[in-house]
C-alpha cells in the first residue's frame, strides 16, 4: 500500500471534512466525476449519457450514516431518484450502500428501509443494485439480500475479487445479476489478496465463471487489459450481448465508454450525485492518484 493511497483513504474516512463538504457545493474538482447535487441535475447528466445509447447506475452519494434520521432521509431520497427515474423515463437504475439504509444502525430497521425501497423500484420495473463496502458490511448486506430476493427478483448484488471468499460467494449467488469489481476497500491480509497479480487473476476468473453460469454480469472496471480479455472471451464462448454489460464510473475514460457502446456492448455508467460528495471524491484519488492530474487539468482548462 503506498503512501498517497493510504492518504487519500485517510481524508475520505474523515467526518469532520465529510461534513463541512455539505456546505461548499461541489469544489476541488469533485463536478468531473460527480454529476451534480440535485436529482435536476442528476436527471440533465443521464439524459445526456442516454442520448449516447449509454444507461445509468444512479448512486445518491451517502456516508457515514449512524442514526436512524440520517438513513430515513437517505430513504426518501432514493425514493425521489425511483420516481425520477420513472417520471423521465431514464435508461437507469440504483446503487445503494446498505450502510446509508441503517446497517450501522440496526439490521432490521436496514432491511425495512430496504425492503420498502426494492418494493417501490419493483412496482416500477426498475432494477436497485445493492453496493458491496467493506469486510464487516458483508455478510449483513448479502443476508438481507436474500431475504428480499424471496419476494423480488429486481435485487442484485457486487462481488469484490479481493476476498478469499469470492468464489464461494459468486457459485452461491450465479443466479442474481451480479456487477464484478476489483474491490476498493483497504482489506486485511487474512481475508484477502493483496497484490494486484492476485487480484487480477482471482478477477477473470470471477467473471468468466459468471459469464458461462450465471444470470446477467456487469463487469466494473476500467482497465483495458480485462475489457480486451472479455471481448475475446465472449466471442470465443458464444455469448451474446445482451448477456452482459461493462460499467465506468462518471467521468472516467469518458473515450472508451462511447467506443464500448459503439461497438454494440453494453454499457452503463455509474453517476454518483448529491451532498455527501467528499467520501467518494476521496476514494478515487485513493485508487489512482493520477486521477488527480486530470481533475487538476479539468479545473483550469475552462
Ligand atoms: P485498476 O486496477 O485501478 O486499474 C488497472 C489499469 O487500468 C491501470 O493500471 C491503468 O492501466 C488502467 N486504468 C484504470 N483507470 C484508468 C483511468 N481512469 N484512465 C486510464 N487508465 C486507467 N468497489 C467496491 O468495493 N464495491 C462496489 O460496489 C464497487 N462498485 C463499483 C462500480 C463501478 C461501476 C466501478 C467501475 C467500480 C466499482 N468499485 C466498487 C471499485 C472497484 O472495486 C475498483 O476499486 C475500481 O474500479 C478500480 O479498479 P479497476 O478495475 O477500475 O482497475
Known amino acids: 500500500m503506498n503512501v498517497t493511497k493510504d492518504f487519500f483513504m485517510m481524508l475520505s474516512q474523515n467526518r469532520m471534512l465529510n461534513g463541512a463538504a455539505k456546505r461548499w457545493g461541489l469544489k476541488l474538482g469533485a463536478q468531473s466525476v460527480v454529476a451534480g447535487t440535485t436529482v435536476e441535475e442528476m436527471v440533465q447528466s443521464i439524459r445526456k449519457l442516454n442520448a449516447i445509447g449509454i444507461s445509468a447506475t444512479i448512486d445518491n452519494l451517502g456516508e457515514f ?10 430513504k426518501t431520497q432514493i425514493l425521489a431518484v425511483i420516481e ?6 431514464l435508461d437507469a437504475h440504483i446503487s445503494l450502500k446498505p450502510t446509508q439504509l441503517g446497517l450501522d444502525v440496526d ?13 417501490v423500484a419493483h412496482q416500477h420495473s426498475i432494477f436497485v443494485n445493492f453496493d458491496m463496502e467493506d469486510h464487516a458490511h458483508l455478510q449483513p448486506s448479502f ?8 419476494d423480488y427478483d429486481n435485487i442484485g448484488t457486487v462481488i469484490q475479487a479481493y476476498f478469499f471468499r469470492a468464489e464461494e460467494d459468486i457459485q452461491k449467488y450465479k443466479n442474481y445479476r451480479l ?11 487474512n481475508l ?3 497484490t494486484k497479480e492476485d487480484i487480477d487473476a482471482n478477477y477473470i476468473k470471477l467473471i468468466e465463471y459468471h459469464l458461462l453460469n450465471g444470470a446477467f454480469t456487469s463487469i466494473a472496471t476500467h482497465d483495458h487489459h480485462v475489457i480486451n480479455h472479455v471481448k475475446k472471451f465472449v466471442k470465443e464462448h458464444g455469448i451474446p450481448n445482451d448477456k452482459f454489460e461493462f460499467q465506468m464510473l462518471y467521468g472516467f475514460r469518458k473515450d472508451m465508454q462511447l467506443q464500448l457502446t459503439r461497438e454494440g456492448y453494453n454499457f452503463c455508467t455509474y453517476v454518483p450525485f448529491g451532498i455527501d460528495w467528499y467520501g467518494y471524491f ?8 493520477q ?5 487538476v487539468k479539468q479545473t483550469f482548462n475552462k
Open 179 to 189: 456487477r464484478i469489481v476489483k474491490g476498493a476497500y483497504k482489506e486485511p491480509e
Open 143 to 150: 443476508d438481507i439480500l436474500e431475504e428480499l430476493h424471496k
Open 282 to 289: 476521496m476514494r478515487r484519488l485513493a485508487e489512482r492518484p
Open 107 to 119: 439490521y432490521d430497521f436496514c432491511l425495512e428501509n430496504l425492503r420498502e425501497i426494492v418494493s
Open 84 to 89: 425520477a427515474i420513472h417520471e423521465h423515463e
Open 65 to 74: 450514516v449512524f442514526d436512524k434520521n440520517e438513513a430515513l432521509q437517505a
Open 291 to 295: 486521477n488527480l492530474n486530470l481533475i
Open 192 to 194: 484477502a489478496y493483496q
